[in-house]
């Protein structure tokens, strides 16, 4: 992982998930996720090494940002009205990107949002203020983009790769649009990346230097995610391993 000293407000602090809250959202977009807001210890999520476990682990990902974006509107603390009207889009996309995997998983899905468990002392954190929320934003997005091409190559389902590449693109659209909000650059660069150089998965990425998203290993995206103390469920199986 990258060692670099980051701002409180910054990445490292910040991270995917929030979930307090319901704000404006119509219920057809918002995450039931909202209904977990304990520090309570979550059930263990397992996911394996196969088609079902890494689109699965999609789903989580999207479930996080759906939740994210559903707190943002209801925290107050972005005050713009454009802003808040390209969160609540954002949030609108993310949930449809749920409803979606869902559908596509059907009777393979391996948790309910209900399951989510989140720590509300550090969602409270995350929120308190337009700048947090927004480098949490891209965080969020920036790390999606990794951690779908991570694991596009292990999927052998061509209906689950479909569901996959089709929604990594709108991630990498959402990163560079929250991006400009704050006045950084639409791509990400290699500074911002919270997997360095040396700790680049060599096989997943043969392409170093060549103006490309590097590819994060699941095990890699749940570090990053543990390290912020945002989800209480722990995360498992051989997919992370």
Same mark, same amino acid.
């Given at each position: 992982?990258?060692?670099?000293? =980051?701002?409180?407000?910054? #990445? ?9 809250? =319901?704000?404006?959202?119509?219920? &057809?977009?918002?995450? #039931? ?11 263990? %999520? ?11 682990? &999609?789903? %989580? %990902? ?10 943002? *509107? ?6 713009? /009205? ?12 993310? &949930?449809? !990107?749920?409803?979606?995997?869902? /559908? ?12 989510? /468990? ?24 920036? *790390?999606?983009? !990794?951690?779908?091409?991570? &694991? ?49 998965? /060599? ?36 997919? *992370?391993?």
């Amino acid at each position: 992982m990258n060692s670099r000293k =980051l701002p409180s407000t910054s #990445r490292r602090s910040l991270i995917k998930w929030g979930i307090y809250g =319901l704000g404006a959202l119509t219920i &057809a977009v918002m995450p #039931r996720a909202i209904n977990a807001q304990t520090n309570s210890r979550g059930q263990t %999520l397992t996911f394996n090494a196969n088609d079902i476990g890494i689109l699965n682990f &999609a789903l %989580l %990902l999207e479930e996080l940002e759906a939740a994210f974006y559903a707190a943002v *509107v209801s925290s107050g603390k972005i005050t713009n /009205s454009k802003e808040m009207e390209y969160m609540r889009y954002l949030g609108g996309q993310e &949930a449809a !990107h749920v409803t979606f995997l869902r /559908s596509v998983l059907a009777d393979q899905v391996l948790f309910a949002t209900q399951d989510l /468990s989140f720590n509300q002392s550090t969602l409270n954190n995350v929120l308190a203020s337009r700048d947090s929320i927004l480098n949490t934003a891209v965080t969020l997005e920036d *790390v999606g983009v !990794h951690a779908y091409n991570g &694991a596009g190559p292990s999927l052998t389902n061509p209906v689950f790769l479909l569901a996959a590449g089709s929604i990594v693109s709108v991630e990498a659209r959402h990163a560079a649009g929250v991006r400009a909000l704050l006045g950084k650059p639409t791509t990400e660069p290699d500074s911002d990346r919270l997997v360095n150089d040396a700790n680049l998965n /060599s096989t997943l990425n043969p392409f170093k230097g060549r103006a490309y998203d590097e590819l994060y290993t699941p095990k890699q995206i749940v570090a990053i995610v543990g390290s912020l103390n945002i989800l209480n469920n722990p995360i498992g199986g051989s997919l *992370v391993a």
